[in-house]
């Protein structure tokens, strides 16, 4: 084998044990205390240039009826190309829409009958991260193997939008079950503006389940189980 074909091969290798699949998807269940509250999904496909990414979340408990629709781009090596949207929380609908602008990000959110334009400083390894997005969970992880763990940031649709850095800490795997077989769970904790997510994921390096910073929320894959667990998780019905 010549040098040029091993190098070509070296390359392929590196790309295929660091690129997300052409098309995955994961349903979860959405906890508080144990308790189900809601649901959430994501779905990902291969595209010519890079990825489209949708996520879907709802709850709907006492004090909190949320629902969020998310469609994104991304390029083949996960970088936003664009993001839209859509979300209503106790009635009042919102809007949000992403995507980079020369050396920024460029933010337009619309609620409660206001709009506002934000320039945020430009990060290539930036995840649009809005509450309870399983989607964006995974999109980070994807990028931490990339990022080796650095230079990773979050994009934050709240008020006006803000920038967050995100410090990520790895911790001893741990053990679970998935669809009723073993499995090796990998940990990480996220820092993200002085709150902590708690992830857990997969050899394949997909979401698991999250241990949100709002208290006592969990997002959890179906058919998922830490063993033992965290916490308490109700089964999904």
């Known amino acids: 084998m010549t040098f040029a074909r091993r190098f070509l091969w070296f390359a392929l290798a590196l790309v295929s044990a ?10 979860f269940i959405v906890a508080e205390n144990g308790h189900q ?35 994104e781009r991304l390029t083949p090596g996960n970088n936003l190309v664009h993001v839209l949207l859509s979300a209503t929380v106790n009635g009042s609908a919102a809007t949000a829409v992403c995507k980079p602008d020369e050396a920024q990000l ?21 995840v649009f991260l809005p ?8 999109t980070l992880l994807t990028l931490a193997v990339t990022q080796n763990n650095r ?7 709240k008020d006006a939008g803000s920038i ?37 994921s997969g050899p394949e390096n997909q979401l ?7 208290p006592g929320f969990a997002l959890v894959r179906k058919g998922f189980a830490l063993t033992p667990p965290t916490k308490p998780i109700a089964p999904a019905e």
């Open 131 to 138: 509450d309870f997005d399983p989607g964006a969970l995974e």
């Open 18 to 27: 660091v690129s997300p699949l052409a098309a995955q998807s994961g349903e």
């Open 164 to 200: 967050e850095p995100v410090t990520l800490a790895t911790y001893a795997d741990q053990k679970g079950t998935l669809g009723g077989k073993p499995i090796v769970v990998h940990h990480l904790v996220a820092t993200i503006a002085g709150a902590k997510t708690d992830l857990f």
């Open 37 to 71: 509250t809601g649901t959430a999904s994501f779905h990902v496909t291969a595209t010519n240039d890079g990825y489209d990414s949708s996520s879907m979340v709802k709850v709907d408990m006492q004090g909190l009826d949320y629902a969020l629709s998310k469609t």
């Open 106 to 126: 460029l933010l337009n959110i619309s609620a409660n009958g206001r709009s506002t334009t934000t320039r945020l400083a430009g990060h290539q390894a930036a």
């Open 151 to 157: 230079d990773l940031w979050v994009i934050v649709p």
């Open 208 to 214: 698991l389940q999250a241990e949100l910073p709002q």
